[in-house]
């Protein structure tokens, strides 16, 4: 399975962007996807993940301002992040397990490369 994250960038506070992971493989539709983020010396946090079945999980602070969705027939999961902050800024990687949901770094087998975001206060 190969992952491509894209639609980062730099954008102003306030504004929103859409980051896409599309992957490669026919498997896609099974994988849980995930979002990781890591900002500038600091660990690779969890943001979101969906299932095959679209159940959904947010960390706590993701809750409210980013939004996870998939569209299998694409092979691509989608974030979209409203009201960004600088703190915010980061790159933003999407990975991918089979089967269910996981919220820690090393239930993924696989990774994208990553997509920076940058938020201008």
């Known amino acids: 399975v190969q992952l491509q994250a894209s639609g980062g960038g730099l954008v102003q506070a306030g504004g929103s962007l859409r980051l896409s992971c599309a992957t490669s493989?026919?498997?896609?539709?099974?994988?849980?996807m995930g979002w990781f983020r890591q900002a500038p010396g600091k660990e690779r946090e969890f943001i979101s993940a969906i299932n095959w079945r679209s159940s959904i999980c947010y960390s706590d602070s993701a809750k409210g301002r980013f939004t996870i969705s998939r569209d299998n027939a694409k092979n691509t999961v989608y974030l979209q992040i409203y009201n960004l902050k600088p703190e915010d800024t980061a790159v933003y990687y999407c990975?991918?397990?089979?089967?269910?949901?996981?919220?820690?770094?090393?239930?993924?087998?696989?990774w994208g490369q990553g997509t920076l975001v940058t938020v201008s206060s």
């Open positions: 493989g026919r498997t896609f539709s099974t994988y849980a």
């Open positions: 990975a991918a397990r089979p089967g269910v949901l996981g919220i820690h770094r090393r239930e993924y087998d696989y």
